[in-house]
């Protein structure tokens, strides 16, 4: 079945750009999508991609799509504390519809 | 606008009890869709609601069922519970059609004992 990989855990300095990473198996995803999840909460949509895009930008947030390679990244420009949070990458087909295949979260750790 | 709303936001049963879990979506979202969430297997889709129809269903035995109300809101129910039962259990609505772009409650955190 389909499968999505992330590291577990990253930690930055507050300032630096942080670069979160995934890699999915599906070759079939149409969408692909960043989700935040802060303790206690649910999880909040960051951004998402089409497949048939390379890049794409969003405020503080850039996400760098390479089909070929299945990988996925996210980064966040001038990371703040804030920002420490579970970033979860997931991903879809037209089939599959809003039934999203998460990767098992990243835990962004930003130190003042 | 209000968010997605998950009721109860914590219990605790026993093993071989059942539970049900409450979710009422975004005004005029239409799709409802639920996780669970554990530590050992992460975020793993449970089923979809669409109009009251399912529309997906995840890979669960099938003392895991819902339903979807006229007015969108939706029921998750598990019977027989067991231990590994205990998780966040997420639900999500979709304004419409096929986009993944869900809205997150705060998620049900139910205990198994």
């Known amino acids: 079945g389909e499968d999505v990989e992330q590291s577990l855990f990253l930690s930055v300095r507050e300032g630096d750009s942080s670069v979160i990473n995934c890699t999915y198996t599906d070759s079939s995803s149409t969408y692909l999508y960043w989700y935040k999840q802060e303790p206690g909460a649910g999880l909040q949509l960051l951004t998402y991609?089409?497949?048939?895009?390379d890049m794409k930008q969003d405020q503080r947030l850039t996400v760098l799509l390479n089909k070929k390679d299945k990988h996925l990244s996210l980064r966040i420009a001038d990371t703040q504390t804030g920002d420490s949070a579970i970033y979860f990458c997931?991903?879809?087909?037209?089939?599959?519809?809003?039934?999203?295949?998460f990767g098992g979260g990243t835990r962004l750790m930003v130190k003042p | 606008k209000a968010g997605v709303t998950q009721t109860p936001r914590y219990l605790i049963k026993t093993r071989g009890q059942q539970v049900t879990l409450s979710c009422s979506p975004i005004?005029?979202?239409?799709?409802v869709s639920w996780y669970q969430q554990t530590p050992g297997q992460g975020l793993q889709f449970l089923f979809e609601y669409f109009s009251e129809t399912q529309r997906n269903k995840g890979n669960f035995p099938g003392r895991f069922s819902g339903r979807q109300f006229s007015n969108s809101r939706s029921e998750m129910n598990v019977s027989t519970l067991e231990l590994g039962d205990s998780a966040l259990y997420l639900c999500?609505?979709?304004?419409?059609?096929?986009?993944?772009?869900?809205?997150f409650g705060e998620g049900s955190r139910l205990t198994v004992l």
């Open positions: 005004s005029g979202h239409r799709s």
């Open positions: 997931a991903e879809s087909n037209d089939n599959a519809g809003n039934m999203l295949t």
């Open positions: 991609i089409f497949s048939n895009m």
């Open positions: 999500a609505s979709s304004q419409q059609g096929y986009t993944g772009e869900l809205f």
